[in-house]
């Protein structure tokens, strides 16, 4: 049983959880990267998603001056400029997306040209890639990986940024490469470790609105 004590420090460590998007060259201790990817791994999964492979569930730890960090950085903005066509395409049919193209044409332009504002040499990456079953619920399960990994890095005092272009390198060969994993078999998510560069900017929750049924 879970203390009183015991939900008051998870409710501290939800408030305290935060994306970080500049980091120190302080490279994070193996015990502590270690940690955090023992808490991606107990994360819930598709359990159909599993059968029949052993692992299904791989975690690929780069530290600082690993030379495939250069190869991710050039393949992150090549990426981006691909999803900067497809947005600029969706937002021909899409009212909600035309109206808020220049923003993300900036942001995404912008990663394209210059790279991801944690690269280009993170004091640690980690690569995680999930088997694509019969039910196509990796992306389900690499969020669920992520949120235990980024709960336990708040937790051990490290920050984290989460790297949300590398779901789309599923059928990037050069990618796969990288890892010796078979293009379009298994779905990818990525995040940086690490302590952050300056102070900590103010969090800003998602709005939200609480629907009661009318007899609560």
Known sequence: MFTKEDNQVLDRILQARWTCRSFSDEIPEKEEVEAVIEAGRIAPFASISSKDVTPFRHFFVLFKGDPRLQVIDRLIREQSAVDLEIVKAEAEVDSFLKEHLAGLEGLWSNVAQNGAAVFPDPPCMIVAAEWRGARRAERQSLAHMMENMWLKAT??????GLLSVIESMVDNQEFCDLFGLPVERYG?????????????????????????????
Do not use: Q
Not at 155 to 160: S, W
Not at 192 to 216: M, N
């Open 155 to 160: 937790a051990l005092n490290l920050d984290f």
């Open 188 to 216: 990818f998510l990525a995040c940086v470790l690490g302590h952050r560069k300056g102070e900590v900017r103010t969090a800003h929750p998602a709005s939200a609105e609480i629907h009661w049924p009318e007899d609560c």
